[in-house]
């Protein structure tokens, strides 16, 4: 996933590529110790298919798309051409007052035209994707049997760094987590950009030397967002499961 982009990306810097190829070799480590370990860690929701799985697809999906909304500058293939279609549909949607799409437009003020348009519809791309997926993906998360049945789910395993310990203030404090999550999720969106903008200044014009980076940058800033509302729906289904755990003990008491 990682390596992708920079294959897909029409040129980008050597630099760039061997940095790509670093990243994923440490991103791999990562994810092989992680899940090796018998004990969790960090990862939130290991042992809860397909939750880690859905996250991985969103950021697989949407490296991939803006990968080809550059590519297809210059290059055009069926999938370019349907890629930057549906790009430039998304543009049109997301063109209204207050939405996150105005807020990244800032960024991009001081571009020449061609790059200010392909920049804003790559980041309009990625904001209808990351809105779909959302939608799909809270659907499969809340109306089918996810993560388990109420009685084979383990919080401790499932969520390390929560308190494990099952008590009547359980589900309080996973409902007020969820609900941070969500905040955080639908803020980002608008502060990233101001953020940006405040800390590094408009972007500068796409080149060989910084496609990567613009991709990426676009990327996280739709997918941390979606992993923060993702990860507060799971959080509200984990407390409605642990209600269910409450009054089955009651019940058998």
Not at 67 to 82: C, D, K, Y
Not at 241 to 252: K, P, R, S, T, Y
Request: proline share 5%; with cysteine.
């Amino acid at each position: 996933m990682i390596v992708l982009p920079a294959i897909v990306l029409p040129e980008i810097s050597p630099n760039a590529a061997d940095l790509a190829i670093l990243s994923a070799a440490i991103a791999a480590a990562f994810v092989v110790f992680e899940y090796g370990f018998t004990t969790p860690s960090l990862i939130e929701f290991r042992f809860a298919a397909p939750y880690n799985r859905i996250r991985f697809a969103l950021l697989a999906l949407l490296l991939t798309a803006i990968a080809f909304a550059f590519r297809g500058t210059v290059e055009q293939t069926a999938t370019t051409i349907a890629v930057s279609s549906f790009a430039v549909t998304s543009a049109n949607i997301w063109e209204f007052s207050g939405s996150p799409l105005v807020f990244f437009n800032a960024l991009t003020q001081e571009l020449e035209t061609e790059g200010r348009i392909l920049l804003s519809n790559a980041a309009a791309l990625a904001l209808s994707i990351t809105l779909l997926a959302l939608i799909l993906f809270s659907t499969v998360i809340w109306m089918f049997h996810w993560p388990l049945k109420a009685k084979n789910f383990n919080l401790w395993v499932n969520m390390p760094n929560f308190d494990s310990n099952i008590d009547d203030e359980t589900q309080q404090t996973l409902r007020q987590s969820a609900l941070v999550s969500m905040v955080i999720g639908l803020s980002l969106p608008f502060l990233i950009p101001q953020a940006a903008l405040v800390f590094m200044g408009p972007l500068q014009p796409i080149t060989a030397t910084n496609s990567l980076l613009l991709l990426w940058m676009i990327a996280i800033w739709c997918f941390v967002p979606a992993a923060s509302i993702l990860r507060s729906v799971a959080l509200y289904k984990v407390a409605n499961l642990v209600g269910q755990m409450n009054l089955e003990q009651e019940q058998d008491t």
